[in-house]
């Protein structure tokens, strides 16, 4: 019985670290490049975000990122500072949080089209965010559970159980 016990402790373990590995601290090129269709079928259909983009205080961006010029490091910068801590949120190519996001960016900035994802590339995984304060979150907005922490979650309970039974 013990033996059984500990191969499965480990393989939860596994699987926690495997979902903590995955976290993001990158915002994707792919999330920078949003792509509307001019129709969707259903196989297209992509999720609700759970993050509530409507709600966000928009000012980091609009008070440092101003035009006619739009200076790229400053743009970058404040979009960064805005963006990063919903990282895994818009990354996250099955929901519409990256379009959704740039849908309220461009309302309350009256931006150009494309003007991040066009000026604000640093590497091939995308944006860094290892060096932004991610303890924002948008004014304190709640975000509901991603799929890694889903699993974490699910992790942390059925090691629970095992011990108790």
């Known amino acids: 019985m013990a033996r059984r016990f ?16 995955t976290s993001s601290s990158f915002i994707s090129n792919d999330a920078l490049d949003v792509h509307e269709g001019s129709g969707r079928t259903l196989l297209q259909m992509k999720k609700t975000c759970n993050v509530s983009f409507e709600n966000l205080d928009y000012s980091v961006l609009t ?17 960064k500072e ?24 461009n309302l309350y900035g009256k931006y150009p089209p ?9 590497d091939k995984n995308g944006l860094d965010c290892q060096n932004v304060d991610q303890s924002k979150k948008g004014g304190g907005v709640q975000i509901a559970a991603t799929q890694s922490s889903l699993l974490t979650l699910t992790a942390g309970l059925i090691v629970l159980l095992l011990q108790l039974f």
């Open 82 to 105: 805005f963006a990063c801590p919903f990282s895994d949120a818009i990354n996250d190519l099955e929901t519409d949080c990256a379009s959704t996001m740039f849908s309220y960016i």
């Open 6 to 21: 500990n191969s499965w402790f480990y393989l939860i373990c596994f699987f926690f670290l495997a979902a903590l590995a």
């Open 114 to 122: 494309g003007l991040f994802a066009n000026e604000c590339r640093e």
């Open 63 to 79: 008070d440092k990122c101003k035009g006619p010029q739009y200076p790229a490091k400053s743009c970058c910068d404040a979009f």
